[in-house]
């Protein structure tokens, strides 16, 4: 059982192009997330999808779009990258909004220059 | 919109000594809480978690938190630190009814312990 993948492992990008960091989890979860990690300032949500067919907003939403055409697949894209968001990208899943203890994914390290 | 605050941001241990971190958090309703560790280069695994009960919850390898909820408290202990918890440690909130669905994390403990 895999649980989370999340591909690339490692990306580096140019500013202004597009990009799509890929998340499936093999868990059947109802929901998913996205966050992102920045030294110093721990993990902030960036969008989230309590079933499939659904998204919401989270903390940092500005510059991404996320999908959920699905249960497995959450992508993450950026439609037009900017340096300030170069981070790792957590992908992570849980079983439901009640029981609600997430499962995390190995990370995107994603560079914008 | 809530928060949560873990006091320190870089702890050094020796091997054996006692761990105590902090961490609160500003939502006054009902919370799940969570501590997390990210090993070096790794992704983020679940140490412990507290939904309902007993407000002491014994995790794995060794780990323990107390909820006091008059403090707002969700504090990590561990009695005897190895050099394989040198790590970075989360604490992350569930606010039922707080607002966007995930996690409200900390910003994080870097601990290193010296053998």
């Known amino acids: 059982i895999a649980g989370i993948t999340q591909a690339p492992t490692s990306q580096i990008l140019a500013a202004g192009r597009r990009m799509t960091l890929r998340c499936t989890q093999d868990?059947?979860?109802?929901?998913m997330y996205w966050y992102r990690q920045d030294l110093g300032l721990g993990l902030r949500l960036i969008h989230y999808s309590n079933t499939a067919g659904t998204t919401g907003k989270g903390e940092v939403p500005d510059g991404y779009s996320v999908s959920r055409a699905n249960t497995d697949d959450f992508p993450l894209t950026l439609a037009s990258a900017v340096p300030s968001q170069t981070s790792v990208y957590f992908c992570a899943s849980s079983p439901g909004q009640s029981l609600n203890e997430q499962f995390f994914g190995p990370g995107t390290r994603l560079t914008v220059l | 919109a809530q928060s949560v605050s873990q006091h320190n941001h870089h702890v050094i241990l020796s091997e054996a000594a006692s761990l105590e971190l902090g961490c609160n958090y500003s939502?006054?309703?009902?919370?799940?809480l969570f501590w997390y560790v990210q090993y070096p280069g790794q992704h983020l695994q679940l140490l412990l978690k507290?939904?309902?009960?007993?407000?002491l919850v014994k995790g794995i390898k060794g780990f323990e938190a107390e909820f006091i909820k008059s403090k707002f408290s969700f504090n990590l202990r561990k009695p005897s630190v190895q050099w394989s918890d040198t790590a970075e440690y989360f604490c992350a909130v569930y606010p039922y009814g707080g607002g966007a669905d995930g996690l409200t994390f900390g910003k994080g403990t870097h601990l290193i312990i010296q053998p």
């Open positions: 868990m059947r979860h109802n929901a």
């Open positions: 939502y006054g309703g009902t919370v799940n």
């Open positions: 507290y939904f309902s009960g007993d407000p």
